[in-house]
């Protein structure tokens, strides 16, 4: 494993950390996972107003958006069954990139198309901000921007392409951070057009009987 590049404090970042077989492999896995929890459209609380990606999950927990707000669940909210399980390639990602954190609870997946974006948001539906937010990268490449803890404070952006590890943690994990375009015909990974997204997290507080040693 290369040593990453901290690119604020806390925000680490490793470029090229699968390498193409290794995105093939984990693209495989997640065709599996999306064949038994479809990709579905969130919709943002309030106003109603569909996401431009689209999303699932796995992992014991799911994040879900819809009128009544953001939230983790247990479900599909659509098929009603409970997300798959991890696949052993995000299991193993996590544990070598994201420390000594506690074991991940939900990933979720965004499925950008040519048009999609992500606007500058922080991860905070989470219990356990002490954990961090591992980032992995499929496809076509992003334009990502990532600022301080307030929305005004000044961002850089970086590319993030296919096969790239991202880490929020510590004084980033609050960070404003969003997707600006895509660059599309980047990457022959997928079969159509378009970028994956998988964000790994921690969701509830870890018992102390549940802390590694
Ligand atoms: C994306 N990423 O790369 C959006 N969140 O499509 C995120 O929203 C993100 O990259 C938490 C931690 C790392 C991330
Ligand atoms: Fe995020």
Known sequence: MNSPVAIVPGCLYWPGWLDREGQ????????????????????????GKPFSVRMSNCGPLGWVSDVGGYRYQETHPETGRPWPPF??????????????????????????GPQARMGLHQDRDEEEFSAPVLSLSLGDTALF??????????TRSLRLASGDA???????RLAFHGIDRLYPGTSTLLKQPGRINLTLRRVRQAGAGEIRP
């Open 145 to 154: 921007r990532i600022g301080g803890t307030t929305r005004s404070d000044p």
């Open 87 to 112: 696949p052993p390639m995000l299991s193993r990602a996590w544990e070598e990139l994201a420390g000594r954190a506690p074991a991940p609870e939900a990933c979720l997946i965004n499925w950008y």
């Open 24 to 47: 093939e492999a984990l693209a495989e896995e997640l065709r599996h996972v999306l064949a038994e929890a479809p990709l579905f459209t969130p919709l943002m609380p309030r106003t």
């Open 166 to 172: 991202l880490l929020l943690s510590g004084p980033a």
